[in-house]
């Protein structure tokens, strides 16, 4: 299986009948979610990343009923399929990566000063100092949100544990910029076959509606 990562943007959600029509699709667990959330940016944040996995099982054929389970860690995966998924949103972009192995992801809109006490909290010194002279902070940081989703370990507990300023040979990762946005996936197996696409919303809903 390719190894998909699906990217949106969610602005077009703040037109409510695209809104409503998208939500009416949703499982009651994403719209339960929906509904808890305050902030309408947030609302439409959960509704996309809801639909871009939606929109990914159909693309790969495999039922919109098939349960979403989640492991002790809070990892989230298909009962009875050997299929991963992991869901990410910043700003006005959701995320969604769908693969045959396990698989962590992040989306972050880049701000014009990078927090350096974050940095040098929960990077490694080499991170640290990468970042200090090459200006990597959102590359480095989605690489690390990305190996704690794909791990199910706290940013804590591999604050220097794992350095993403050299290769490794245990994982594959890759790293990208698209405008704002730095985002980046996790794989648990090296080399696989990846494709990035950049559906539309309007695309995704009239996916989803299809027989």
């Given amino acids: 299986m390719k190894t998909k990562v699906y990217i949106t943007n969610i602005e077009p959600l703040g037109d409510e009948g695209l809104f409503q029509s998208l939500y009416?699709?949703?499982?009651?667990?994403?719209?339960?979610?929906?509904?808890?959330?305050?902030?309408?940016?947030?609302?439409y944040r959960s509704?996309?990343?809801g639909a871009l996995l939606m929109?990914?099982?159909?693309?790969?054929?495999?039922?919109?009923s098939t349960p979403v389970k989640t492991e002790e860690n809070g990892k989230p995966?298909?009962?009875?399929?050997?299929?991963?998924?992991?869901?990410?949103h910043s700003g006005d972009m959701a995320m969604c990566v769908i693969s045959d192995t396990r698989v962590g992801c992040d989306i972050e809109l880049m701000k014009k000063q990078p927090n350096l006490r974050?940095?040098?909290?929960f990077f490694s010194e080499e991170e640290y100092k990468s970042i200090k002279e090459k200006g990597d902070f959102y590359k480095i940081w989605t690489l690390k949100e990305s190996f704690v989703k794909l791990s199910g370990e706290g940013i804590k507990g591999i604050a220097d544990s794992f350095s993403f300023d050299e290769p490794c040979d245990k994982i594959y990762c890759e790293s990208h910029f698209m405008?704002?946005?730095?985002?980046?996936?996790?794989?648990?197996d090296?080399?696989?076959?990846?494709?990035?696409?950049?559906?539309?919303?309007?695309?995704?809903k009239?996916?989803?509606y299809e027989d």
């Fill in 47 to 49: 509704l996309a990343v």
């Fill in 179 to 188: 405008g704002d946005y730095c985002y980046s996936f996790v794989l648990g």
């Fill in 206 to 208: 009239d996916r989803l």
């Fill in 77 to 88: 995966y298909l009962e009875g399929n050997p299929v991963y998924f992991n869901l990410s």
């Fill in 118 to 121: 974050v940095a040098q909290r």
């Fill in 55 to 64: 929109y990914a099982l159909k693309k790969e054929n495999i039922s919109l």
């Fill in 24 to 43: 009416e699709l949703m499982p009651a667990c994403r719209r339960e979610k929906i509904d808890r959330l305050k902030c309408v940016p947030d609302k």
């Fill in 190 to 204: 090296r080399r696989p076959e990846t494709e990035i696409l950049l559906p539309d919303i309007k695309e995704i």
